[in-house]
């Protein structure tokens, strides 16, 4: 599968250049893989066969894409994809405050609470292309709630994610599951992989990490082969295995074909979220062999998913956007460093995660206590933390230079008006982390978790590698530049020239 020439004869121009026509376009696919890190692109380059061998060869590659903001998790990273807008934009800050709604329970038996958009401001690239053509068909699937979710905003349209051994959805947006979703779910897929092992794709000889690394999952099952356990324990466990993303795009292939996307003269937009690259980093890290099979594995299946999606679209009319929604961590414990945690600094209506303490400042003026100077006093204590390089306050914060990247990514992460106390910034190689932990972690605005792959490939695009550093927020305004749709209100991303310019400026 896997510029133009101005000739000027003695001074006096000649015929304007014919530009040639942009390719029509019939599918938009974007796939986010969670945790896929842009340097494993190019670890693991040799031993590409297939999607990301097809991306490497042909797409426009940014090696050095940035989730712009400070709390780097799912909900936020996903939210900047296809807004265009930063968390502090979107009201998408962190997985906590994400997507989570008891009002809107999930269809059928599931252990997962309710969730909807109802947090999520402002619209994405759906709502611009709805607006342009109200027939517009999209399709999102994850095997995350808020991965599927948040990539297409407030919208009601087909959404479904993994939940309790089978794809669902919630009430926000149906009240019975269709058809074709309850029959895929009846194929039996537990009893199938119950039972069998997570074995290397390739020979041992092949991976050049170690197979034996203590402080990985927790000191438990740390060799390959990695064996699956029975089927009612998979149904809860299925999302912490390589087999999880195989069935995710089996389901989106299946899904694509059903809703007929991208078979009519205007584009559709399918989005396919592969959260198993994050669950295998969580608990065996960047540096290990399983996530060097993981990754491995992605470019496999996914490969297969585009060959496949191929024969229902033309490759010809399809444009296929990669992206990440953060990286992640080494093991602390690998690198000498440590797990930073201000959770024991939290009070009464505070709450603590990913570098942050919030606060319920309306709460606080009510008892009379001072704000700022009760956030000074926890900056002081917090300050004083091994691996704590800076501390915000919303007054330090407010007064940081522009230049000042770290102020940046708090300023991009926090909304207006959200009551907060303090912020913080870690020392290279420390994580947010209660101590004891044992997963490798992201969240914090370390480079390793802010980094992630941002590609293009499709008609009349180039093949490029770019070195300059762009923003997930560039890409929904980019696809809208090469759609010709127009955004809906400000956007913090803009299009990127290495894909819509030259020829198609």
């Not at 014919?18 to 796939?31: E, K, Q, T, Y």
């Not at 265009?84 to 979107?90: K, N």
């Not at 990985?216 to 060799?223: H, I, K, L, M």
């Not at 709450?351 to 206590?369: E, I, N, P, V």
Request: hydrophobic share 40%; charged share 20%; glycine share 12%.
């Amino acid at each position: 599968m896997h510029g133009l020439l101005a000739v000027w004869l003695l001074a006096v121009p000649g015929p304007a250049p014919v530009r040639p026509p942009r390719p029509a376009l019939s599918l938009i696919v974007v796939v986010t893989v969670d945790q896929l890190r842009p340097d494993y692109l190019a670890r693991y380059s040799r031993q590409f066969t297939g999607a990301f061998r097809f991306i490497l060869d042909r797409g426009t590659l940014f090696d050095h894409g940035w989730q712009n903001h400070a709390i780097t998790e799912t909900a936020p990273g996903h939210a900047t994809i296809l807004s265009g807008r930063e968390p502090a934009h979107t009201g998408i800050l962190d997985n906590e405050r994400g997507v989570g709604d008891s009002s809107a329970p999930l269809l059928g038996r599931s252990p997962q609470p309710g969730a909807s958009p109802r947090r999520f401001m402002g619209s994405t690239l759906y709502d611009w292309m709805l607006a342009a053509d109200p027939e517009v068909r999209l399709l999102s699937v994850s095997g995350k709630d808020r991965a599927a979710i948040t990539t297409v905003g407030r919208a009601r349209a087909p959404v479904f994610w993994w939940s309790g051994g089978h794809f669902t959805t919630s009430r926000y947006y149906a009240d019975t599951l269709p058809a074709w979703v309850q029959a895929f779910n009846g194929r039996r897929t537990m009893e199938a992989l119950a039972g069998s092992t997570w074995g290397l794709l390739l020979p041992p000889s092949a991976y050049a990490e170690p197979d034996s690394v203590g402080y990985e999952n927790g000191g438990w099952d740390v060799s390959f082969p990695h064996h699956l356990p029975g089927a009612g324990e998979l149904r809860e466990q299925l999302d912490n295995y390589p087999q999880m993303d195989s069935l995710t795009l089996a389901f989106a292939l299946e899904g694509a074909r059903v809703l007929k996307l991208g078979r009519r003269s205007k584009p559709d937009l399918l989005l396919v979220s592969l959260s198993a690259t994050d669950a295998v980093g969580h608990r065996y890290g960047p540096d290990s062999r399983e996530i060097h099979d993981q990754v491995l594995r992605v470019d496999r299946w996914l490969g297969r998913f585009l060959d496949s999606l191929a024969t229902q679209v033309p490759r010809a009319r399809t444009l296929v956007v990669l992206t990440a929604d953060h990286g992640v961590q080494s093991f602390p414990e690998a690198t000498g460093k440590g797990r930073v945690w201000w959770g024991d600094l939290a009070g009464d209506g505070q709450d603590f995660g990913s570098g942050l303490l919030s606060a319920d400042l309306a709460a606080m003026l009510a008892k009379g206590l001072g704000v700022d100077s009760v956030a000074r006093a926890l900056a002081a204590v917090a300050a004083r933390r091994p691996g704590v390089a800076r501390v915000f306050t919303p007054a330090t914060l407010a007064a940081a230079p522009l230049g000042d990247t770290a102020a940046t990514l708090w300023r991009n992460t926090i909304p207006p008006g959200y009551g907060w106390l303090i912020a913080g910034v870690l020392e290279s190689g420390f994580v947010w982390s209660p101590a004891g932990e044992r997963a490798a972690e992201h969240g914090s605005t370390a480079p390793e978790d802010l980094t992630v792959p941002i590609a293009f490939v499709g008609p009349g695009i180039g093949h490029v590698v770019v070195h300059r550093p762009v923003r997930t927020v560039d890409i929904a305004p980019t696809v809208a530049a090469l759609l010709g749709v127009r955004p809906e209100g400000r956007l913090d991303g803009e299009p990127l020239a290495e894909v819509v310019g030259g020829r198609y400026q």
